[in-house]
């Protein structure tokens, strides 16, 4: 199974609605690509290589996550303020302030639940993902950045910055289960499609592979300078290097690094197509997009998009249109 | 500043989170300068990761490794004992005119950013000359929840384009105006 973790949830709702859509034409997955510097949401046809709408987002946007019902949910870092868009017009359908440092996000369809890391307060917010409501906050070790749910939706991790360490919560239950130390400054992290957790370590240039049912760190594995984000295609996890300004590829059988892909600079956010065929990276100082084909592990295009492309979470929402 | 109180602020910056800890945005700032001299000529001038001589405001440049990766220079500002910025170099390409390099230790008092990166490139021109490019990424100076103004996103721009614009203004007046 190659399409990403965010997608998931969908293959669940019934693998007839998948193949129904799949059947009448390609999937037309669309990325979403939070641009803070410049406040604006770039929306672009992955299908097609360009862009079809630029939107305002106010207060320095930068998490994201796509949403299972058409919906997309962006965190706006400058003005602590999350929203939920229509994926269709750009209106933010609902908003709300948190009163802290909110940075990254993931929706738990399943449970109907969005997770929002608080930068500076050590914790987790778990909202209603309609009314974006506080249900209850789950602590963290400091500096939590990047969420991630497992594909199974049995597990949400949070890649906790300045503590060293991942903590991995029941994503039913929101019990802590474990928490993993790993290299240094975790940042950006990901389940596989095998069920591993990946996350990206600032500090150390490595990235840790992690049990998130036993606890266990599994490896570490070389990467370039600084890697942020991380998504998954062709039995390979791709970390985008920002100090490198390249992709490191490792196989998902040996977790060795393979090929170093160049792309922009300042390399951030990264997200895959339903059917794994396409990587799609924001380039934060270029103000560019690069596609990545995962089978040639080549650039096949550059995109211009908005100011500051960060992209921080899943932004490719795919075969729903 | 000192030496050793220079020491003593390493030490402070390495405590756990400190030199680390940053806002939530990222900010950059992009410079060019048109001069009429050719690109090989402004290289040999600025490419040397342990002359930064060519600023006005740098005293002097006291430099180790010259321009091989991790390269450090200790740059003082203004005068002799003035305050100091202590930087690594972690990208150089005479072949590219380019040069990248890190702040590893800055008062943000001298400089209002942390978490600052940035690259130096000289360019062949059209129609002759060079144009030279600076470039910076960086968060503010202030790493918690609502900085004060002094140390805020608009601060540290400001004052990251007062320091490449005084660079390049000299560099104009040294290679003179591309026409």
């Keep these: 199974m190659l399409w990403s973790n965010a997608l998931a ?3 669940e709702l019934g693998l007839a609605l998948f193949l129904a859509a799949t059947a009448s034409a390609a999937p037309a997955d669309t990325a979403f690509v939070t641009c803070q510097n410049g406040e604006e949401l770039s929306r672009i046809d992955v299908t097609e290589m360009h862009e079809t709408d630029r939107w305002p987002l106010p207060g320095k946007p930068a998490g994201v996550a796509v949403g299972a019902h058409g919906d997309l949910f962006t965190v706006s870092a400058g003005s602590k303020t999350i929203q939920r ?3 269709k017009t750009g209106e933010i359908l609902s908003q709300i302030v948190l009163d802290g440092g909110p940075i990254g996000i993931a929706q738990d369809p399943r449970q109907g639940r969005l997770f929002v ?7 987790l917010w778990v909202l209603d993902d309609k009314t974006l409501e506080t249900q209850t906050e789950i602590t963290t070790g400091e500096a939590p950045a990047g969420i991630a749910l497992s594909g199974d939706g049995r597990f949400v991790a949070s890649a906790d910055k300045d503590a060293d360490q991942v903590s991995v919560f029941d994503a039913g239950t929101l019990q802590p289960l474990h928490r993993i130390p790993v290299g240094t400054r975790p940042f950006g992290l990901g389940f596989a499609p095998d069920g591993r957790l990946f996350v990206g370590n600032v500090g150390s240039n490595d990235v840790s592979v992690l049990d998130a049912e036993s606890g266990k760190r599994l490896a570490t594995v070389p990467v370039g300078e600084r890697p942020y984000g991380i998504a998954f295609a062709n039995n390979h996890a791709f970390v985008t290097n920002q100090y490198s300004n390249t992709l490191t590829a490792i196989s998902l059988d040996t977790l060795e690094p393979e090929a170093t892909i160049d792309v922009g600079e300042y390399p951030e956010g990264i997200d895959v197509t339903a059917k ?7 380039n934060w100082f270029d103000n560019t997009v690069s596609f990545v084909d995962p089978d040639t592990m080549s650039v096949v295009r550059t995109l211009e998009t908005c100011d500051g492309p960060r992209a921080f979470g899943r932004f490719l929402e795919g075969g729903r249109q | 500043m000192n030496r050793r109180t220079f020491v003593a602020t390493i030490a402070a910056a390495s405590a756990p989170g400190a030199v680390w ?3 939530p945005t990222r900010q950059k700032v992009t410079l060019t300068a048109e001069v009429a001299a050719p690109p090989e000529d402004v290289w040999a001038a600025i490419g040397n990761f342990d002359d930064m001589s060519w600023h006005p405001a740098v005293f002097s440049t006291e430099g180790e ?5 991790d390269a450090t220079r200790l740059l003082t500002l203004g005068q002799d004992g003035g305050p ?12 590219k005119m380019s040069y990248s390099y890190r702040i590893t230790a800055v008062e943000v008092e001298v400089l209002p950013v942390t978490n600052y990166s940035s690259h130096l490139t000289v360019k062949p021109r ?10 910076g990424a960086f968060y503010r100076g202030y790493p918690n929840n609502d900085p004060p103004a002094e140390l805020n996103d608009e601060a540290a721009v400001a004052a990251v384009t007062g320091v490449y614009q005084a660079g390049l203004d000299a560099l104009v007046e040294r290679f003179g105006a591309a026409s």
């Excluded at chain 2, 490794?65 to 990766?69: A, F, K, L, S, T």
């Excluded at chain 2, 059209?126 to 144009?131: C, E, H, Q």
């Design chain 2, 84 to 95: 100091t910025i202590a930087e690594v170099l972690y990208k150089h390409s005479a072949e």
């Design chain 2, 21 to 23: 800890a940053h806002g």
């Design chain 1, 117 to 123: 890391s608080d930068w500076y307060n050590a914790r």
């Design chain 2, 126 to 135: 059209d129609g002759g000359g060079s144009i030279i490019e600076w470039r």
């Design chain 1, 276 to 282: 794994g065929d396409l990587l799609v990276i924001a």
């Design chain 1, 9 to 11: 949830p969908q293959a």
């Design chain 2, 65 to 69: 490794g010259e321009n091989e990766i």
């Design chain 1, 85 to 87: 868009l229509s994926t």
